[in-house]
């Protein structure tokens, strides 16, 4: 058995020992439940299931009386991971280049609380006037960037510097060290370009 396929086994039984720890639920059970929950908060929004060809996204400034719930929800991958809505574009005329270290302040919510109707204290950065997390944009190898996980990347592809966007990212694109959990989790990012 090679090297790669001996990672494989062992991160598979990590991941199933991890899953059996979790209530009793299975991982098959826990991945039911996010579904539940990313369904039951996309039902009352608007869902484009699509990137706009010209890449001009509805934002919080084009709707009237800045009503967020007429703001869609984009889908930004296929297998609907990461869905988002943008608040602000940013500076289309200073968009961000792979490689790129891009700071983040954010908060994010236990979607599955909040679907449940619960007020789930929301964890990250975004009230402190000097935390930020800084990634790198594009990186996929850096450990500082990528135990954020792909979804947080995604708006920086779309928007400009200084954008402010809401995403709902599923577990499998979130923080990698969280992925076993299967906890979806609605974000809200501001990402600005380190000077």
Do not use: W
Request: hydrophobic residues 40%; negative net charge; aromatic residues 12%.
């Amino acid at each position: 058995m090679n090297k790669l396929a001996r990672i494989f086994l062992f991160l598979t039984a990590a991941l199933f020992l991890l899953s059996s720890c979790n209530d009793g639920k299975s991982y098959a059970d826990l991945l039911k439940e996010e579904d539940r929950a990313v369904k039951a908060f996309l039902a009352n929004k608007i869902v484009i299931n699509e990137i706009p060809a010209d890449s001009v996204f509805i934002t919080l400034q084009d709707v009237p009386d800045n009503d967020t719930l007429a703001v869609p929800y984009y889908k930004l991958d296929s297998d609907g991971n990461v869905y988002m809505q943008v608040l602000e574009a940013g500076d289309l005329d200073d968009c961000f280049e792979k490689g790129d270290d891009v700071n983040l302040r954010f908060l994010r919510y236990d979607l599955k609380a909040l679907v449940n109707g619960e007020n789930p204290t929301p964890m990250g950065n975004a009230n402190s006037p000097i935390d930020y997390v800084t990634i790198r944009f594009g990186e996929t190898t850096l450990s500082s960037t990528t135990q954020y996980g792909t979804g947080i990347q995604y708006p920086m592809y779309f928007l400009g510097n200084e954008c402010h966007v809401n995403l709902l990212i599923r577990a499998k694109a979130g923080f990698t060290s969280e992925t076993s959990t299967v906890m979806p989790y609605l974000y809200n990012i501001r990402y600005f370009k380190t000077k």
